[in-house]
C-alpha cells in the first residue's frame, strides 16, 4: 500500500497536490480540514466544535481529530484503494503517534513524507489571495493567517524531526507552478515503486 503524508505549512499546496495525486495513483484522500469543513456544513456537533478552533487559526484538539480520521478512513477504505495520502494530517506529535498506531493496527505503515517548502511571505500571499475568493474565514485576514503560520512553526514544524529519524522525510520545493510541483512529487512516488 503507497500510504504518504503531504507535510508543509498552511497555504504550501497540500490540498492542491493530493487531490491530484488521488486521481494519478488511485489513493484515497484523506484532509482533516475538509473533513472539518465538511461536517462544520451538515452542522453536526463534532463540526461546531471544531469550527470554534479552526476560525481563530487554532489546532482542533488531537482527540476529535483522531476520532474523526479512524471513522472516516474506515467509512471510505474500498478494496480497490492503492493507498491513503494524508493532507493536513497530522499536525502534531501525539497525532503522528496515533497514526503510526493506526497504521500498524492496518498492517500498512507511513511509506513517506513529502514535505513541500515554501516560504513564509509566499504563502501568506496564498492564503490572502484565496480568502478573497472563498467564504473561508481563516483565509479572511492577515493576522489569522499569520497566527495560523505561528501555530505550524510551533506545533507541526517539530514532526519533521520525529520522521526524520523514521527516514521517512523527504523535502521538496514547493515554489512554481501547480503541475511542476506535481512534478517533482510524482517523481518522488514513483520511486516507492521501484
Ligand atoms: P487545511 O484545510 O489543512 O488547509 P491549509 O492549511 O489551508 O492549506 P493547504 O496546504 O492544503 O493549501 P492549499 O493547497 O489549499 O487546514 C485548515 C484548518 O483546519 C487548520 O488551520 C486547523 O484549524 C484545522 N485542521 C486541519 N487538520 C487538522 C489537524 N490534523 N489537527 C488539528 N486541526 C486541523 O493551497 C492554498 C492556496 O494556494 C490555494 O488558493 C491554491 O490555489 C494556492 N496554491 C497552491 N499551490 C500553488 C502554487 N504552486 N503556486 C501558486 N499558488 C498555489
Known sequence: MMNIILFGPPGSGKGTQAQMLKDRFNLLHVSTGDIFRNEIANGTPLGME????MDRGH???????????DGFVEANSTPATEGIIFDGFPRTVPQAIALDEFMEKRNSPVMVVLSLMVDEEEVVKRLISRGLTSNRIDDANEEIVRNRLKVYYTQTAPLAEFYRN????ISLNGKGTIEEVFEHLCVEIFKLSE
Open 50 to 53: 471544531a469550527k470554534t478552533f
Open 59 to 69: 489546532l482542533v484538539p488531537d482527540e476529535l481529530t483522531i476520532r474523526l480520521l
Open 166 to 169: 523514521q527516514k521517512k522525510l
